[in-house]
């Protein structure tokens, strides 16, 4: 019997300029099928890069199989042995670096991103930058939310206090950290990390409703990791971190051990899925 190792899923809606039906996704996929995309730079580290490799699909060409890899050139990794005091190098081979690996597969009939969670590789705010490069193209990942969270928010009665909390950009020239730089603006001459604001309406009042899109507008960047609403009816709490979809799920190790073997994994990512339809049809419909 082959080793094997838990995993975690995550579910993301690509959207474009708030459509949730753009084609852009799958357009760059297919652009570069059966090959890698451009590796680009995020963060303005050249040592460091990102890369959507191995596109392949079925033959319908709706549901594609990636990796978003993690390319290190920023030094030598060195190998150890525990009941040795020695250390070497490893020898990488001439132009190549360290990869560090996300499997993904795409749904395009509903934009759907099931993603392999792995925070050494990439994360979900490194796979958006990277489909905003070479320019900012208001594309997102939106976090998939059980009973849709989002819509229960935005078409739901007042709310009476928000709660959420902002990270620390590395501030770039691309608009979407722009977008952010007034609210961060605190951090400028202090050692903080990390802000949390509540905003409340007086007793018996409530906030205006661009409260509910700006929320949902940092929820959906992932800068946040606090983001809840409190709703004047019935003290409902709609919070749109903690109702996300995700899924736990295992996997087959190569017989070293080592690593996952990678259509294991995208078996894996397609029992999450199917494990996960009632929240999924809920969020997508039918």
């Known amino acids: 019997m082959p080793q094997r190792r838990d995993y975690t ?5 690509f ?27 995020i963060n303005d580290d050249a040592l460091i890069k990102y890369q959507i490799r191995s596109i392949s699909s079925n033959q319908n060409q709706t549901v594609f199989k990636a990796v978003f890899g993690k390319l290190r050139h920023d030094g030598a990794p060195e190998q150890a042995s525990e009941n040795s005091p ?41 796979l958006q930058a990277y489909l905003n490069k070479p320019s900012y193209a208001k594309r997102v990942l939106v976090p998939v939310l059980t009973r ?15 709660e959420f909390s902002l990270r620390r950009p590395a501030f770039s020239p691309d608009p979407e950290d722009e977008l952010l730089r007034n609210f961060v603006n605190v951090f400028t001459d202090s050692e903080a990390t990390r802000l949390k604001i509540t ?13 509910k899109e700006a929320i ?14 409190t709703m004047v009816d019935d003290n409902e709490i709609i ?25 294991s994994m995208f078996t894996g990512l397609a029992g999450a899925k199917d494990a996960c339809s009632r929240d999924l049809s809920a969020y997508f419909g039918a």
Not at 148 to 162: C, E, F, N, S, W
Not at 216 to 229: C, D, M, Q
């Open 9 to 13: 899923a995550d579910f993301y809606c």
């Open 86 to 126: 020695e250390e070497s190098d490893i020898e990488l081979l001439p132009g190549h670096g360290l990869v560090e690996k996300n499997h993904l597969l795409f749904f395009s009939d509903i934009n759907l991103v099931v993603f392999q969670r792995n925070r050494n590789a990439g994360s979900k705010s490194h």
């Open 148 to 162: 849709d969270a989002y819509t229960r928010l935005m078409q739901g009665g007042p709310i009476k206090k928000v």
């Open 216 to 229: 949902v507008s940092l929820a959906k960047f992932g800068r946040t990791g606090v983001a809840r609403a």
């Open 239 to 263: 919070d749109l971190m903690l109702d996300r979809v995700v899924h736990r799920f295992q996997v087959d190790l190569l017989p070293n051990g080592r690593r996952p073997d990678a259509q």
């Open 15 to 41: 959207e474009e300029d708030n459509n949730r039906n753009s084609t852009a996704l799958r357009d760059l996929l297919l652009m570069y099928h059966n090959r890698h995309a451009p590796a680009y730079s």
């Open 199 to 211: 905003l409340s309406a007086s007793v018996g009042g409530s906030l205006l409703d661009n409260v």
